[in-house]
């Protein structure tokens, strides 16, 4: 069989498959799943566009990962075969791991973190390959002598980010998020085994950072997205309460499984839970959500009715907490309309924070090449308009008083 394909791909036009155990790991039904899991969760109910899947941003990844291979060779990198392979599969893989809906019920069905499930499924499909991708995990992992391999494909300008900007921009037509990655890749160098920034790309990496702020307020933490993605979760953790508490509902097997039991990251990751993991996508969730809006349980059904339907809670987004009195006055409200009792609460309102991580000074910071050779982090370069830190924004979460329930 001819494995050397060319994917059509909106975004970059044609990717041409570079090695045939990438083909072979496209075609590994753990990858094939990621066609059925949502790259930017619900982020459709405010951009339609925004429905495609972790199945093209890993082959989107892929593709940029041996461009940057191609420009760092070029410049005198060595870089062997085996190792351009490895880390081709490395970031081809590293979001295999994800959950239905990506990160909007990451730690709601399960408490791992995706990055944690990636690593377990990577090493599952190692064993079925007899060690074929071993380097690719030591890679992914950190644990090869090459770091700025690894800075790759897990950084602060790596090839994941730089393709999830590009592609969910391009789907959500969000222009301001739009980054120019060819110029980026091509400025990319590696000094002393780290990877750098040349200095002639200093303002495409300020115009990345800018554009990744951007999208996270723009897109990921929109009050329509958020409010959509915190109804979904909390229309899982009643499904959990109930079930906990006999009752038998209408969901599929893969998706019973899991609310039934709790996965942690202390759980064993090697169990038969990972199989019923492989058939785990969003269609077991969006079925569900179809058949929670007939079931006799207010709750359940409002909060599925409010997904299905599009009747989306109301979120307050402001830089202060909210006052106690406040909180009190539209508790009033909600329990004087729709005569909720206390427990209720648990499921129908959040106070919470949301954090947006633009750049972290204190990870891996991008750092900019020099003519001269020196070496600098971009945040100590006063005239690049860099936003460290944490950003918090504290959230509110209830139904709208003017609709019913």
Same mark, same amino acid.
């Given at each position: 069989?001819?494995? *050397?394909?060319?994917?059509?791909?909106?975004?970059?036009?044609?990717?041409?498959?570079?090695y045939?155990?990438?083909?072979?790991?496209?075609e590994?039904?753990?990858f094939?799943?990621?066609?059925?899991?949502?790259q @930017?969760?619900?982020?459709?109910?405010?951009y339609? /566009?925004?429905?495609?899947?972790?199945?093209?941003?890993?082959?989107g990844?892929?593709?940029?990962m041996k461009q940057?291979?191609d420009?760092?060779? =070029?410049?005198g990198?060595?870089?062997? +075969?085996?190792?351009?392979? =490895? &880390?081709?599969?490395a970031?081809?893989?590293?979001?295999?791991?994800?959950?239905?809906?990506s990160h909007?019920?990451e730690?709601?069905?399960?408490?791992?973190?995706?990055?944690?499930?990636?690593?377990?499924i990577?090493?599952?499909?190692?064993?079925?390959?007899?060690?074929?991708?071993s380097l690719a995990?030591?890679?992914? *992992?950190?644990?090869?002598?090459?770091?700025?391999?690894?800075?790759?494909?897990?950084?602060?300008l790596?090839?994941?980010?730089?393709?999830?900007?590009?592609?969910?921009?391009?789907? @959500? /037509?969000?222009?301001? /998020?739009k980054i120019?990655?060819d110029?980026?890749?091509?400025?990319?160098?590696? *000094? %002393?085994?780290?990877?750098?920034v040349?200095?002639k /790309?200093i303002y !495409?990496?300020e115009?990345?950072?800018?554009?990744?702020r951007?999208?996270?307020?723009?897109v990921?933490?929109?009050?329509?997205?958020? !409010?959509?993605?915190?109804?979904?979760?909390?229309?899982?953790?009643?499904?959990?309460f109930?079930?906990?508490?006999?009752?038998?509902?209408?969901?599929? $097997?893969?998706?019973?499984?899991?609310?039934?039991?709790?996965?942690?990251?202390?759980?064993?990751?090697?169990?038969?839970?990972?199989?019923?993991?492989? +058939?785990? %996508?969003?269609?077991d969730?969006?079925?569900?959500?179809?058949?929670?809006?007939h079931?006799?349980d207010?709750?359940?059904? $409002?909060?599925?009715k409010?997904?299905?339907f599009?009747?989306?809670?109301?979120?307050?987004?402001?830089?202060?907490?909210?006052?106690?009195?406040?909180?009190?006055?539209?508790?009033?409200?909600?329990?004087?309309?729709f005569?909720?009792?206390?427990?209720?609460?648990?499921y129908?309102?959040?106070?919470d924070?949301?954090?947006n991580?633009?750049? %972290? &000074?204190n990870?891996?910071?991008?750092?900019?090449?020099?003519?001269?050779?020196?070496? &600098?982090p971009i945040?100590?370069?006063?005239?690049?308009?860099?936003?460290?830190?944490v950003?918090?924004?504290?959230?509110l979460f209830?139904? *709208?008083?003017?609709?019913?329930?």
């Amino acid at each position: 069989m001819n494995k *050397k394909k060319i994917i059509n791909d909106p975004v970059y036009g044609f990717i041409t498959i570079p090695y045939t155990i990438i083909f072979d790991l496209i075609e590994h039904p753990a990858f094939q799943r990621l066609r059925r899991i949502r790259q @930017t969760g619900l982020s459709d109910f405010v951009y339609p /566009g925004a429905l495609h899947t972790r199945f093209h941003h890993a082959l989107g990844a892929m593709h940029l990962m041996k461009q940057a291979i191609d420009v760092l060779r =070029a410049k005198g990198t060595e870089i062997t +075969e085996e190792e351009a392979e =490895a &880390v081709c599969v490395a970031i081809l893989l590293h979001d295999i791991g994800h959950g239905p809906f990506s990160h909007a019920l990451e730690h709601t069905l399960l408490d791992v973190n995706h990055e944690t499930l990636s690593m377990v499924i990577m090493e599952r499909i190692n064993g079925e390959m007899n060690g074929k991708i071993s380097l690719a995990i030591q890679i992914f *992992k950190n644990d090869y002598h090459k770091t700025f391999l690894h800075h790759l494909v897990s950084s602060q300008l790596d090839m994941d980010r730089m393709d999830y900007l590009n592609r969910d921009s391009f789907f @959500t /037509g969000v222009a301001e /998020g739009k980054i120019g990655y060819d110029r980026i890749i091509k400025m990319l160098a590696v *000094k %002393d085994d780290q990877l750098v920034v040349e200095e002639k /790309g200093i303002y !495409s990496i300020e115009k990345f950072l800018m554009a990744r702020r951007i999208m996270y307020w723009q897109v990921y933490l929109h009050k329509a997205v958020l !409010s959509a993605e915190h109804m979904l979760i909390q229309t899982l953790k009643r499904a959990r309460f109930l079930t906990e508490n006999g009752h038998d509902l209408p969901v599929s $097997s893969q998706l019973k499984f899991f609310l039934k039991r709790h996965v942690t990251e202390n759980s064993n990751l090697q169990t038969d839970w990972l199989n019923c993991y492989f +058939e785990l %996508d969003d269609v077991d969730i969006l079925m569900a959500l179809k058949q929670f809006v007939h079931y006799p349980d207010r709750i359940l059904q $409002s909060l599925a009715k409010g997904i299905i339907f599009r009747k989306l809670f109301r979120v307050e987004l402001q830089n202060d907490p909210f006052s106690e009195e406040y909180l009190g006055q539209i508790k009033t409200q909600l329990i004087q309309q729709f005569q909720f009792d206390e427990e209720d609460f648990e499921y129908l309102f959040k106070n919470d924070i949301e954090r947006n991580h633009t750049y %972290d &000074v204190n990870y891996d910071e991008i750092k900019i090449l020099f003519k001269t050779g020196i070496v &600098v982090p971009i945040s100590k370069l006063l005239d690049i308009n860099v936003r460290p830190g944490v950003v918090e924004k504290h959230f509110l979460f209830y139904p *709208k008083l003017n609709q019913t329930l």
